[in-house]
């Protein structure tokens, strides 16, 4: 670490945020912004990095240019709101409420159409005449092919989400004879893979917050001990911008303390798994199993494997019904009853052997 010294004001990429310290690499630091709170601060590299990298990177989005933001209420669709009308773009936003359409509109989208309808289309080819050159999409499915179909010839398509990623989802090529582009955005790849664009793009971005040219987002904040209110709150998108979580105070996170497992003589011990965790500690040259079985030797235990049979009082209220050892007379597996008797029915779907077999009376 050589751009930054101990007491520097900086936000960052990071693995495991919540914990209360991180190390991180010095090319994902990048001073805070002058003038800004830590709340607000927290709320600039993630959503605005995602937007400037998709809109202008990528995109090349140039003055003029009409731009469909998805989501234009969340974080990454404020930032990417900025960032057009930064580049002199014309803007067209989705949102899925009245009041965050009204607060798109009123922060500078010419146009905030009904994300939760699919006839944002139709309405695009009525404003634009021939639909956007830039689509920033975070939908999915339907919708997600719906924007495809709203870009103009030699338009950009800039995927944000991740849902029709490891759907797997097929589109058809039909869109892309008009010469279009399509993009995939993943923050954590540019940084891992492009390190050195990465870095020289997050200090580009920031850099614009110290000219004046971005602003840092609406966020709501939560304490600490909050976190599942906040949440709670992203999973029914009832936010608007970022959720910002405040650390919690110096001396409220107890230690965590570790004491030493004692075999109380007193008590009964479930050891599941004990022959399995005791032969592979053997084969592996280790007594440890042999030596927790000792230890134990004074104290009632009850080891337990998938085999073990149910103690008398499990056993069903039928009074003519037996323990199936799932093997027929001939010592072969069998999944069925035999002799006459008959199977039980289990209450567990995943038994697919016959662990009761009964006659009736």
């Known amino acids: 670490m050589t751009a930054f010294k101990p007491g520097d004001r900086v936000v960052a990429f990071a693995q495991s945020g919540f914990a209360t310290h991180i190390v991180v690499p010095e090319m994902v630091v990048a001073a805070a912004p002058q003038g800004l709170s830590s709340e607000a601060a927290a709320t600039t590299p993630v959503a605005f990095l995602t937007a400037f990298y998709g809109l202008v990177t ?8 009409w731009v469909l933001v998805h989501g234009g209420a969340g974080g990454v669709g404020l930032a990417a709101l900025q960032i057009a009308r930064m580049r002199g773009a014309r803007v ?10 009204a607060l798109v509109k009123a922060l500078g989208a010419e146009h905030v159409l009904d994300s939760r309808s699919l006839a944002f289309v139709d309405d695009i080819r009525r404003i634009t005449g021939d639909g956007v050159d830039v689509v920033l999409n975070s939908l999915f499915g339907e919708a997600m092919e719906r924007s495809l179909n709203s870009l103009k010839p030699f338009g950009r398509f800039v995927e944000l989400g991740k849902r029709d990623y490891v759907a797997n989802t097929h589109i058809g090529l039909r869109p892309f004879r008009r010469n279009l582009s399509y993009f995939g955005v993943d923050l954590d790849q540019l940084l891992q893979f492009q390190p050195d664009e990465g870095k020289r793009l997050f200090r580009e971005v920031m850099a614009l917050f110290t000219d004046g040219s971005l602003k840092a987002l609406p966020y709501q904040p939560f304490a600490a001990e909050e976190v599942s209110d906040a949440f709670r709150l992203m999973q029914q998108s009832g936010h608007v911008g970022k959720i910002v979580i ?74 003519r019904c037996r323990w199936n050892p799932a093997t027929s007379p001939t010592g072969l597996r069998s999944s069925a009853c035999w002799g006459g008797w008959k199977p039980r029915v289990s209450s567990s779907p995943a038994s697919s052997t016959a662990r009761w077999c009964c006659r009736t009376a």
């Open 92 to 101: 067209i936003a989705t949102a899925g409420s009245n009041e965050k359409r």
């Open 58 to 65: 990528l995109a090349r989005l140039k003055a003029g240019e």
């Open 246 to 319: 405040a650390p919690p105070k110096a001396g409220t996170i107890p230690a965590e303390t570790t004491k030493p497992f004692v075999v109380a003589p007193d008590r009964v011990h479930l050891v599941t798994g004990a022959w399995a965790a005791s032969a592979s500690r053997r084969r592996a040259g280790s007594p440890t199993g042999a030596r927790a079985t000792s230890r134990s030797s004074a104290a009632r235990r009850r080891p337990a494997n998938r085999r073990s049979r149910p103690s008398p009082s499990s056993r069903p209220a039928a009074s």
